[in-house]
């Protein structure tokens, strides 16, 4: 018997597709999934808000000293009523408002995120960094980032939305690590 080799070649493939059979399927999916399965994926919105005039719709996800994980950012999404500036930050204060507990996005599952949320209405104050502007116009956005933001430990990110009278309404997803 002779040695035939074992790679593919083109006269000769030994398998060129994926078989996916229903009991043991071959799954590629973003990070999020494999979050989402281990309860690490989590939610934060502010809810449809109606913004005054010279103020903007705030959210902070905040990633406290010593946490010992990171949040990747997954997606930034919402709807606007008017068009208006999503701004990112890296820091910077968030005062007053709520502080709503992040939502697993596994149902039932108890795990709590290590961040800290805050939603308000008004400006970012301290020294915040910006680090990335978008113009949106009137009607929903999306914007994906699949983990390509990172908040280490004692830092956060802020999202701003506005400036002007319109009704706003933003929701973060990031996993932990």
Known sequence: ?????????????????????????????????????????FIVTSGSSSIGAANNQLIQITNPSGSGRSLYISSISGGISAAATLNLYSTGTV????????FNSQFGNTTASIATARVATGTITGTPTLFMTMLLAAGVFNFTFTGAII?????????????????AATNIVWWEA
């Open 1 to 41: 018997m002779t040695n035939n080799a074992v790679f593919n070649n083109e006269k000769n493939p030994l398998s060129m597709l994926i078989n996916n059979a229903y009991t043991s399927p071959a799954i590629i999916a973003p990070p999020e999934e494999n979050a989402a399965v281990n309860g690490r994926l």
């Open 95 to 102: 005062t007053g408002g709520t502080t709503p507990t992040p």
């Open 151 to 167: 908040v280490p430990p004692n830092r956060a990110i802020t999202i701003s939305v506005g400036t002007g009278v319109i009704t």
